[in-house]
């Protein structure tokens, strides 16, 4: 049987012929055995896959799992279809949003207010860093993402703010390790994460005198965006390149996690 | 042929609240653990990649665009999630950073014998293939989702997925043959 012909056949099983290319099938198995062979042949191996997969849906679900789903706190609003976007990071902003208010921060309280400049203090002199490193591939981090708990240790000591990594695998981001910087003469722990692109996002803290949380604020240098907010006695940053992610999800993220 | 699995949120109401939300995931588990068992093989670790998924997708309901059916949006979560997972298992191999390209093709076919062996006990003949055969075939055949809206969950092309499906059919039609012959 002419592979070609297998696959159209198989493609007819599936309902993605039409018009003429169904006619034309359908004659041929009206006319030739060899090919009504083959189809028949096709049709049994569906049915045998569908019957396997069928089984797996009388696998109990674990009960932890919809148990957890059930009594998830979700913040009780209506989803709405999508609107076409007036421009790209005010959807990422709300989405953001979203997500940093449905998680909750202790009292922490977002006054509408999310600022968009030019990065200032350590935040320009993480950008210099930056710059650097995401450059670097071999030698993007210090200490690898195989020595977690070290770099939650040694990072956080010596920063004075305990941190712990967080997950950022849901925006595609996969955490290669962390390094030590300065800015503005204070060590800044940064964590380094990487796309399938090969993007570099990093995550930067440092210990803060602040007492009081500051909500997110955005800024840019043009190659580079930034999301910084203040929590937990420590100012973050979130850096990756210029239009490119959704820093403000993954902000997000991390501020519920870190 | 299978009957497509409609999202009922999605096809009569434009709108969900969060109850609705998680009651439709919910009433998905059963069908978003068959997909993780299509990628990890082992009950296991679809189990755990299920929960990941799961935790992610009522971290981010806010921006789920509720025209769009619930099961498409959460297969591509728990898809996304094992591509991260693959990842992190090979740099911690030592296999360093991998192109994405590597990852999508052929996600888990670098099973052991063992989680082979536990795959067979989980479903019959379609474990005898890679994931990058199963994936399209249990879309396709199973989900009852055409193969465009496979493409774009698999991010292939439409022309993979035709290929893919057709190859599956011809390898489990060959188990069969093989299973015959030894009874």
Request: hydrophobic content about 45%.
């Amino acid at each position: 049987m002419n592979d070609d012909l297998s696959k159209r056949l198989s493609a007819y099983i599936d309902g993605e012929l039409e018009g003429e290319q169904a006619l034309e099938i359908e004659a041929l198995l009206a006319s030739d055995e060899a090919v009504q062979e083959e189809m028949d042949a096709l049709l049994l191996a569906d049915a045998s896959a569908q019957a396997d997969f069928e089984k797996e849906l009388d696998t109990p679900v674990p009960f932890d799992l919809a148990k957890m789903i059930m009594t998830a706190d979700l913040k009780e609003e209506t989803l709405q279809p999508a609107q076409k976007p007036r421009g790209p990071i005010w959807g990422a902003l709300a989405a953001g949003l979203a997500m940093f208010m449905i998680g909750g921060l202790g009292g922490y309280a977002y006054k509408g207010q999310i600022q968009s400049a030019e990065p200032k203090g350590w935040i320009a002199a993480i950008a210099e860093y930056h710059a650097v490193y995401a450059g670097q591939s071999r030698h993007l981090v210090e200490v690898s993402a195989e020595e977690t708990d070290h770099i939650e240790t040694w990072l956080g000591s010596t920063i004075g703010a305990e941190f712990i990594i967080p997950d950022l695998t849901a925006h595609g981001l996969t955490f290669e390790g962390g390094r030590l910087v300065v800015a503005n003469g204070k060590p800044v722990a940064q964590l380094m994460y990487t796309d399938v692109n090969g993007l570099v996002v990093a995550l930067c803290l440092q210990s803060s005198s602040k007492t009081a949380p500051a909500p997110f604020s955005e800024s840019t240098n043009g190659d580079f965006d930034f999301v910084s907010w203040s929590d937990d006695g420590a100012d973050h940053v979130i850096i990756g390149p210029s239009g490119q992610l959704d820093l403000i999800g993954i902000a997000g993220t991390a501020a519920l996690e870190i | 042929m299978a009957q497509r699995h409609f999202s009922r949120w999605a096809i009569f109401s434009e709108t969900m609240n969060a109850d609705q939300f998680k009651s439709e995931m919910i009433d998905l588990l059963p069908r978003l653990r068959r997909f993780a068992i299509s990628l990890a093989r082992t009950g296991p670790d679809a189990d755990d990649l299920l929960q990941d998924a799961c935790s992610t997708a009522l971290l981010k309901w806010g921006q789920y665009d509720s025209s769009q059916p619930l099961d498409r949006w959460m297969f591509r979560i728990i898809r996304n999630h094992w591509i991260s997972e693959i990842r992190k298992r090979k740099v911690r191999e030592g296999e360093g950073q991998v192109p994405a390209e590597d990852e999508t093709i052929e996600l888990s076919v670098q099973s052991t014998v063992v989680e082979k062996l536990a795959a067979q006990q989980i479903c019959q003949k379609v474990s005898s293939l890679g994931a990058d055969l199963s994936q399209p075939l249990l879309l396709v055949c199973a989900e009852g989702f055409s193969y465009k809206e496979a493409a774009e969950m698999l991010d292939v092309p439409i022309g993979t997925v035709m290929s893919r499906i057709h190859r599956a059919r011809k390898l489990l039609l060959t188990e069969i043959n093989v299973q015959e012959n030894l009874q």
